[in-house]
């Protein structure tokens, strides 16, 4: 559909019914809109969300979550052609799958939508490092202290069900998030000079939920 062609009135609509069941999960009585507003997470009941007719709308606003139950909802709304509109913000997993995830996304006025390199609470650390055969090195970011095994079975978890997720839509999991926009050579000589030498390592964090994005 060409957005002229739009019918804005629809998803003005749509909106406005979600707007007045804030901090709810709820699917309208003709099934056509599905109201996620808040956290993503496993401890939220989204089962309704079955329900949604095929090409209904999924109206968000979240703050982000647990990325695993971010890529089931978002592939479920994929399966259904589901249209997203995004209202007020769109943050952290709400904007690595909502966003991406159906066929269509609406983002209304004066909305934000904001990625961060993921996993909330356990700090990330950038350094210089080897990264072709002829030893050219880029900035790269990497988890500052080992993971706990917990968190290293939910990350194993993740990329099981993000790898054909983010492949289906024609994106390079193995630089998402870590070389976007490709760097330059006169970029990549820039940093070396500024961060060739070992990364300062932060103490231990509290940690988050495992799974946390």
Known sequence: MALEDADFSVYAAALNYCRSNANQLILNDDRSIFCFDGL?????????????????????????????????????LGEKRATVVIYDYCFSACAQFFFVGPVKTF??????????????????????????????????????????????????????????????????????NQDTPPQSTHVAKILRSRFDRPANQPSSPSLPSPGSY
């Open 40 to 76: 993503v997470s496993a401890n939220r009941d989204t089962s309704s969300l079955q329900a949604l007719r095929d090409g209904g709308l999924f109206v968000v606003r979240s703050e982000g979550g647990s990325g695993i139950d971010a890529i089931k909802i978002a592939t479920l």
């Open 107 to 176: 983002v209304s006025k004066d909305s934000i939508v904001a990625w961060h390199h993921g996993w909330a609470g356990w700090p990330a650390c950038d350094s210089i490092a080897p990264w072709r055969p002829n030893g050219a090195k880029r900035l790269t970011r990497e988890f500052c202290h080992k993971l706990p095994e917990q968190y290293r079975e939910v990350l194993r978890q993740y990329r099981v069900l993000a790898e054909p997720f983010f492949k289906a839509r024609i994106i390079d999991l193995a630089n998402f």
